[in-house]
């Protein structure tokens, strides 16, 4: 034979109240991401236009610290695009005032990734000409 409990009725779930401000906070931060993204990607941007204008001079190894500054920098720039784009997505136009910004800046940094990147006929630096 069962037993139930007599006594009081159980307390609301406050789970709710916990998973409504857990998603209040993501949205505060993702409203902040959005704004600052702009200035992050213009600082990226500038960041791998200072490196790119260096030159790695005769010695091998300041060629090569050139280059792989200018990588990561562009892995920095990919990195920014792809994460703009999920905010871009995530959030209504009307709630990020700043959205066609974004949006400008986002196919700005991938039109210049695609002119600094060489192209497939372009033979590397340490490559003979054919």
């Known amino acids: 034979m069962t037993s139930v409990k007599k ?3 159980r307390k609301p779930s406050r789970r709710r109240s ?3 401000s857990a998603e209040a906070r993501t949205e505060a931060l993702r409203a902040r991401l959005a704004e600052r993204l ?3 990607l213009d600082a990226a941007i500038a960041a791998y236009g200072r490196i790119a204008d260096q030159a790695g001079g005769e010695d091998p190894k300041g060629f090569a610290a050139t280059q792989t500054g200018a990588k990561a920098a562009l892995a920095h720039i ?3 695009i792809a994460l703009a784009e999920t905010v871009l997505r995530a959030a209504p136009a009307a ?3 700043r959205a066609a910004d974004s949006e400008r800046l986002v196919a700005e940094a991938r039109a210049a990734l695609k002119e600094c ?3 497939p006929s372009e033979p590397d630096v340490g490559e003979d000409a054919p």
Do not use: K, S
């Open 117 to 119: 990147a060489p192209a």
């Open 18 to 20: 916990r998973a409504a």
């Open 95 to 97: 709630e990020t005032p």
């Open 78 to 80: 990919e990195q920014l």
């Open 38 to 40: 702009p200035e992050m």
């Open 7 to 9: 006594g009081r009725a």
